[in-house]
C-alpha cells in the first residue's frame, strides 16, 4: 500500500463518497479544495458522503458495534474466525498496529472531516434548508466523537474524565495537510464530552421531527444524547432525552422482537438506522455485520454466540429463541443470533426499546420519576414484548441483564458495563487493554499524540 501523510485528516473526494469494503484499504486522491464546492449541491453530495461513511464496515456498518461487543464477549459472542485484529480484540492482546484501531480511526476522522467541510460551506445552501443539513453535520460529528472517545479512551465513569486524554476534537475543514498546524493533541476526555453534548444539542434542535428515512432526525440526536448522558452518570438528562423520545417521536415498539431486525428500511422503533442496498453497503466479504455473524453459506459465521448467553432468558422468552445453527467458513459449528442474518438490510443503530430502558435505569438511579412511567413499566414493556414475566421491584442489576437480552450483539454490552464500573470478561472496567491503541502511523505523523498506556 502506498503510504501517504495523515491520512485521517485529509478528505478525500473518492474515499468520501465511494466506500471500499477491503480492510485496510484507503486508496489516496486529489485533495477537495475549497474553491471545488460551489453549489449547494456539491455541499449535499458531500453530506450524503458522510452517511456513506456512517454506512462503512469501519463505523456502524460493522466495527462501532462489532467490536464493542468483541471485547465486552463473555457470555455474548465468540470469535472463531481467522482475522487476528479481530480475535486480538477479544482476546485482549491488541498490538500499536491492529488493523481495526487503524480503520476505524481513519473513517471517523474522515467522516468529521467531510461534515466540517458541508458546516464551512453551508452559507451555499438556501435558507429554507441550511440549518436541517448543519444540524446532520453536527449529528454525524457527535456521534463520532463520541464513538472515538469509547474506544480510545478511558471510561467517563473513572472519575478522571477532567485530565484523562480523549481524543483530538477538530471543528474546522482540513483541504490540504500543513504539518505546522494539522498536528492536533488529544483533548481531554470530559472536553470531547462536551463538544459531543454541544454538537447533538445543536443537532436536535435544528433537525426536523420527521426526517426521511435514512436521514437522522430531532430524536436520533436525543437518543445519542441520552447514551451520552448515561455514560456521565447525568441520569436525569438521560431520562429526559429518553422519554422525549418515548412520548413524542411518533414511534412504536414493533408487535414481536423478531420483526425489528432484517427490513428494508426502518422499523416502526428504529430512532435511526443505516441503509443498505445490494449497490450500497457495509460489505458482504470481508467486512459488515452481516458477513460476520451470518453463518456459512450466507457470510462467514466468524462471529457465534456464546452458549451462556442463553442463561440470561426465562424459558418464556421470545428471544431465547432468535437464533439458528450453523458453521463458520473455517468449518466451527456454533449458535448465531438472527439480528444480523440477511444482506442489504437495515441496520438498526438506535431502537426505541433502548429508550425505555435507559429511561427505566436512569430513573432508578436517580430516584425521581422523569415522564409517566416507573422502572418496573419501563422493563416491563420490553419484556411484555418478549412474552416474558414482570419483574415488579426491578434493580440496576436487573437492567444491566435486561439490555444484553434485548440489545446483545447490537454494540450496547461495553458501554454499559464500563459506565457501572463493572468487571468486564474478567478485567476492571478500566484496564488500559479494553481500550484501543492510538493507531501507530498516526503518532508517527503527529508527535502531538500521545499513545494509550500499554502500547
Known amino acids: 500500500m502506498k503510504q501517504f501523510k495523515n491520512i485521517s485528516f485529509i478528505m478525500l473526494v473518492a474515499a468520501t463518497l465511494f466506500a471500499c469494503d477491503k480492510k485496510l484499504d484507503v486508496l489516496p486522491q486529489q485533495n477537495i479544495t475549497p474553491d471545488q464546492i460551489k453549489t449547494a449541491s456539491d455541499v449535499k ?41 479481530y480475535r486480538d480484540v477479544q482476546n485482549k492482546t491488541m498490538v500499536a498496529n491492529n488493523g481495526v484501531a487503524q480503520t476505524m480511526w481513519a473513517n471517523s476522522y474522515t467522516l468529521i472531516n467531510t461534515v466540517n467541510t458541508v458546516l464551512d460551506k453551508i452559507n451555499l445552501l438556501g435558507d429554507d434548508e441550511k440549518d436541517a443539513i448543519a444540524g446532520e453535520a453536527k449529528f454525524m460529528r457527535g456521534v463520532a466523537l463520541f464513538e472515538l472517545v469509547n474506544y480510545y479512551a478511558q471510561p467517563y465513569s473513572n472519575g478522571n474524565a477532567g485530565s484523562q486524554p480523549g481524543v483530538p476534537i477538530i471543528t474546522a475543514p482540513v483541504y490540504a495537510y500543513d504539518a505546522s498546524k494539522d498536528n492536533p493533541a488529544r483533548a481531554t476526555v470530559e472536553a470531547v464530552y462536551q463538544q459531543v453534548i454541544s454538537d447533538l444539542t445543536e443537532a436536535a434542535q435544528s433537525l426536523p421531527d420527521a426526517p426521511e428515512d435514512f436521514r437522522a432526525g430531532k430524536y436520533a440526536a436525543e437518543a445519542f444524547l441520552a447514551r451520552v448522558y448515561m455514560n456521565m452518570g447525568n441520569y436525569t438528562g438521560a431520562a429526559q432525552m429518553a422519554d422525549d423520545v418515548i412520548n413524542n417521536s411518533g414511534l412504536s415498539l414493533v408487535s414481536s422482537f423478531d420483526k425489528c431486525f432484517n427490513n428494508v428500511g ?10 443498505q442496498t445490494s ?8 467486512g459488515g455485520l452481516t458477513t ?7 457470510g462467514r459465521g466468524d462471529a457465534q454466540m456464546n452458549a451462556n448467553y442463553f442463561s440470561f432468558f426465562n424459558d418464556d422468552d421470545a428471544r431465547l429463541y432468535y437464533y439458528y445453527e ?31 430502558l435507559t429511561r427505566g435505569e436512569a430513573n432508578l438511579h436517580s430516584g425521581e420519576q422523569v415522564g409517566d412511567a416507573s422502572p418496573a413499566d419501563d422493563i416491563n414493556i420490553v419484556r411484555s414484548r418478549a412474552g416474558t414475566t414482570p ?22 454490552r461495553m458501554l454499559t458495563l464500563k459506565r457501572l464500573q463493572m468487571d468486564i470478561d474478567g478485567f476492571s472496567f478500566d484496564d488500559p487493554k479494553l481500550v484501543f491503541p492510538i493507531p501507530q502511523r498516526e503518532i508517527d505523523v503527529n508527535k502531538n499524540l500521545a499513545q494509550n498506556p500499554g502500547y
Not at 426502518?266 to 441503509?275: A, C, H, K, P
Not at 434493580?395 to 434485548?406: A, H, W
Open 266 to 275: 426502518n422499523s416502526s422503533e428504529d430512532i435511526f438506522g443505516i441503509q
Open 279 to 286: 449497490q450500497s453497503n457495509s460489505g458482504t466479504s470481508n
Open 292 to 298: 460476520f455473524y451470518a453463518a456459512q453459506p450466507t
Open 326 to 356: 450453523g458453521v463458520s467458513i473455517g468449518g466451527f459449528s456454533g449458535y448465531y443470533t438472527r439480528k444480523w442474518e440477511d444482506f442489504y438490510k437495515t441496520i438498526p443503530v438506535a431502537r426505541l426499546a433502548e429508550m425505555y
Open 391 to 412: 419483574i415488579d421491584e426491578p434493580t440496576v442489576q436487573d437492567f444491566v441483564d435486561e439490555r444484553l437480552r434485548e440489545l446483545g450483539f447490537e454494540g450496547d
Open 45 to 85: 453530495a458531500l453530506l450524503f458522503g458522510g452517511y456513506k461513511l456512517m454506512q462503512s464496515a469501519s463505523a456502524f456498518g460493522e466495527q462501532y458495534l462489532l467490536m464493542g461487543d468483541l471485547i465486552a464477549s463473555e457470555s455474548q459472542v465468540d470469535f472463531v474466525g481467522t482475522f487476528t485484529e
